[in-house]
């Protein structure tokens, strides 16, 4: 079956609207295209997405520096791994 | 030098300067999409619709003194041709309030704050004055691009 015969299989529309996406944010990105300079970037610092782009670049950057990999934590340093038999002989 | 390919061109209101002309503060920047060779109807009659808006009496004809000519149409220049700004007024948010941004910004004169009243004239006369080098050809003296 292909998906023009059954696209709520195959797609995100359910009932003929598109499930996965945040009318909301549409909205506000309207807003920083009516918007310049000053009131741009009071607008970005009111509605929290400058806080989210450095979110995001830190996130970036910390992934550049290999430091989000199994065994580090969020702020890159490693974690100490506990012995999987520690204890183990206090069960019996 | 200016982009060739422009569709669009700000004005400046408000800046201070000093006595040789330099910019001291800068001022309120706005945005304006360039009129096609339309202009002079459809502004004239959105001026026509502002007037019409404001007092529903008049059916929008024009009344007996300059101000309301004027202002209906800077109103209808910024409802027609505002592309952004810098100043959050023209869609409806007086000083002190928080913009909503779940609602979809609008330029409707009716919700102009009324403090704002003379910088909508500034904007008027100085959207007539920047958008006169649009409405007459330059001359490089040579001929055609495609010639």
Known sequence: ?92 | MPDVLQDTFDIEINQVTDKDGQTVTPGDTFKFKIPTIKFDIEVSYRAADVRRRAYPDSQGQYAVDMASIAFSRSCAILEMYLVSSTVVWPYGINDGQTLDPSKQPAVDFEKFPVQYTDDVYKIGEAFEQAVTRFRTRGNTNQGSATA
């Open chain 1, 1 to 92: 079956m292909a998906a023009i015969d059954d696209p709520e299989k195959y797609s995100f529309v359910r009932g003929g609207v598109q499930t996965n996406t945040n009318p909301g944010a549409g909205t506000r990105a309207k807003w920083t295209q009516v918007l310049m300079g000053k009131a741009l970037t009071n607008f970005m610092w009111v509605s929290g997405i400058a806080t989210g782009n450095r979110a995001a670049a830190a996130y970036r950057a910390k992934q550049r520096q290999g430091k989000l990999q199994p065994g580090f934590s969020r702020g890159g340093k490693p974690i100490p791994m506990k012995d999987p038999n520690a204890g183990a002989n206090d069960q019996g």
